[in-house]
């Protein structure tokens, strides 16, 4: 069954350095890709998304993802994280019937 | 924001009570799903729509059930509320039928059952 994995539950970063969050999944045809984020109390927007062709992808707001068949990976990225970056960030799966599956997210917190 | 309005923002219900949560959309989008947000779990689908009249469940189907009577409005009920559906609830629409289209989310609503 398809499943999305993302490792880690909580990460920090200092404001500045550059950011990489980790997303696995399991999916047995072409996968469709896609990074969300939400902000507290809000809905999800849309950050980016992986269809085919070029392996990396840019989103909005400065992140870039990379789609890694061999790893089974598309992780995102950002070489300078800003305080407005503190989000939870949500990385799923495009699945038959237009449905998504959604890894449990990783909280991002940034030290000033 | 992509016209989505769901109702209301928060609620607060007894166990055993019946709730109904709305979504309404301005896109004319024919896809309409429901998903609700749980710690350590992400959003998982609970029922979608891919038309008027036309529902399916998806993985948390339990104790919900939804109508779609109009393009815009898709509606949620919890027919007899339990503790375990405190959650937040989100709808969410796509215009395209073909997988890898982007899913709209709206701002969400936050269900407390006591």
């Known amino acids: 069954a398809q499943s999305v994995t993302q490792p880690d539950i909580h990460i920090t970063v200092s404001e500045g350095a550059s950011l990489e969050l980790r997303c696995n999944y399991s999916?047995?045809?072409?996968?469709?890709l896609f990074w969300y984020v939400q902000s507290p109390g809000q809905g999800l927007q849309l950050l980016l998304k992986?269809?085919?062709?070029?392996?990396l992808v840019q989103g909005i707001k400065g992140f870039e993802a990379e789609f890694k068949r061999s790893q089974s990976s598309f992780n995102l990225r950002k070489p300078s994280v800003h305080w407005s970056d503190a989000a939870e960030y949500f990385c799923?799966?495009?699945?038959?019937?237009?449905?998504?599956?959604f890894g449990a997210g990783t909280i991002l917190r940034v030290k000033s | 924001d992509a016209g989505i309005t769901q109702s209301p923002r928060h609620k607060v219900t007894e166990t055993g009570t019946p709730v109904t949560l709305r979504c309404h959309q301005t896109?004319?989008?024919?896809?309409m799903y429901w998903y609700r947000q749980d710690p350590g779990h992400g959003l998982r689908l609970i029922h979608y729509?891919?038309?008027?009249?036309?529902?399916d469940k998806g993985e948390v189907s339990d104790g919900y059930s939804v109508s779609r009577s109009k393009t815009e409005d898709f509606l949620l009920t919890l027919e007899s509320a339990t503790s375990s559906q405190t959650s937040v609830y989100f709808c969410?629409?796509?215009?395209?039928?073909?997988?890898?289209?982007?899913?709209?989310f709206g701002n969400g609503t936050r269900l407390t059952v006591t």
């Open positions: 969410a629409i796509s215009a395209r039928d073909r997988v890898g289209s982007p899913l709209h």
């Open positions: 999916y047995g045809a072409t996968p469709y």
């Open positions: 992986y269809f085919s062709g070029d392996t």
């Open positions: 799923a799966v495009g699945v038959r019937g237009n449905k998504l599956v």
């Open positions: 896109e004319n989008h024919r896809y």
């Open positions: 729509s891919y038309g008027v009249k036309d529902t």
